[in-house]
Every structure is written in C-alpha cells, then in structure tokens.
C-alpha cells in the first residue's frame, strides 16, 4: 500500500464519522451501545468536530510535499491512534461500548500500524 492510499483510506473513514458524530449522536451512541444524554451528545459532537479536522489534516497532507511535514502529521495521528485503539479496546472488554467497539478497534489498529510503518520504515514520505 502506498502512502497515498493509506492517507486517502483514513481522511475517507474519519470524516463521515465526524460527520456522523455531530450530527447524529444519539443514533451513534446507540449503535455503539452508549446511554443517551446531553453529556453523551456534547462529548460526542466535540469528537465528530475534531474527527472532521483531523480528516481534512490528513486528506491535505495527500498533497504535502515535504518529508518533514508528513511524518509530523504520521507521528502525531500515530499517537493518538494507539491511545484510542488502547481505550477502546479497554471499553469493550469492560461492556462500555458493545461489540461494535471492536470495529472501532479495528479501525484505530489500522491507523497506528500504517502510521507506525510508514514512519519507520520509510526513507521518503511525500506521497506525492
């Protein structure tokens, strides 16, 4: 797989989940399991809203052209990624989120991994 495609595979899966998060969260907190609330709903809209900053991140960074830049956006997403994968997976073993986490698990592994790849196994990094 080449960079480009991993970028273009993550900014495709995070921004209909941002988009989902903001506009529908009572809907994704009962697919996910999660009870309603106002507190569910505005936690829920502030991850949609940086779901969708973070996919326009790495959408944009399909087009960097400097190495130093991909990879501070790699190291940064790669981060993160393992914290959520960590946290996720944590929440559906304990019955927090309900089989529908693993998913989510699945998609925060395959963040981390290529960011962990392609950070250190790359030399060059412009996708471009």
Do not use: K
């Not at 900053?53 to 960074?61: K, L, T, Y």
Request: with cysteine; aromatic share 10%; net charge neutral.
């Amino acid at each position: 797989m080449t960079l480009r495609t991993f970028l273009t595979i993550v900014a495709v899966l995070a921004i209909p989940h941002g988009i989902a998060f903001v506009f529908a969260p009572d809907l994704l907190a009962t697919v996910y399991g999660l009870d309603h609330s106002p507190a569910v709903a505005l936690m829920s809209r502030l991850f949609g809203g940086a779901l969708l900053a973070w996919g326009g991140i790495i959408w944009s960074c399909r087009n960097f052209r400097d190495d130093a830049a991909v990879r501070a956006v790699l190291i940064c997403t790669g981060i993160p990624e393992v914290i959520g994968l960590i946290t996720v997976v944590m929440a559906t073993m304990s019955g927090t989120l309900n089989t529908l986490g693993w998913v989510a698990a699945l998609i925060y592994l395959f963040g981390a991994a290529g960011c962990g790849y392609f950070v250190m196994a790359q030399p060059r990094l412009s996708p471009v």
